[in-house]
């Protein structure tokens, strides 16, 4: 198992940028694929991007793709996600994910495994 903490997210107005940091800890965190996904009050949970082991290959959700920029630091066991040109609609608490089952395609396309690890959330609020 890994264990998944992020941080970064807040509040801010349609335009503006943010960088979501998510750490981890435990074993073989180096083995897995990460990724971050997203929920909306009364909406299902969206994919917004997957990264690879070395973070040299990555995937969007048509939704963000020119705005997100996923990004890995293998060293520090952290993964990133900079937003920029926020948009109201990107309101939701954001997700971090690992998983050692799937390819950074898969994430993107099915999802997660059952097995994954998933980090608490954290709030991004964007105002108009």
């Known amino acids: 198992q890994v264990q998944l903490v992020e941080s970064g997210g807040g509040s801010v107005q349609a335009g503006g940028s943010l960088r979501l940091s998510c750490g981890a800890s435990g074993r073989a965190f180096s083995q897995h694929i990460m990724g971050w996904f997203r929920q909306a009050p009364g909406k299902e949970r969206e994919f917004v991007a997957s990264?690879?082991?070395?973070?040299?290959?990555?995937y969007y959700g048509d939704s963000v793709k020119g705005r997100f920029t996923a990004s890995r630091d293998v060293a520090k066991n952290t993964i990133y996600l900079q937003m920029t040109n926020l948009k109201p609609e990107d309101t939701a608490v954001y997700y971090c994910?690992?998983?050692?089952?799937?390819?950074?395609?898969?994430?993107?396309?099915?999802?997660?495994?059952?097995?994954?690890?998933w980090g608490q959330g954290t709030q991004v609020t964007v105002s108009s």
């Open positions: 990264i690879n082991r070395l973070g040299s290959i990555s």
């Open positions: 994910v690992a998983d050692d089952r799937v390819t950074v395609q898969g994430m993107a396309a099915t999802g997660p495994s059952d097995s994954a690890s």
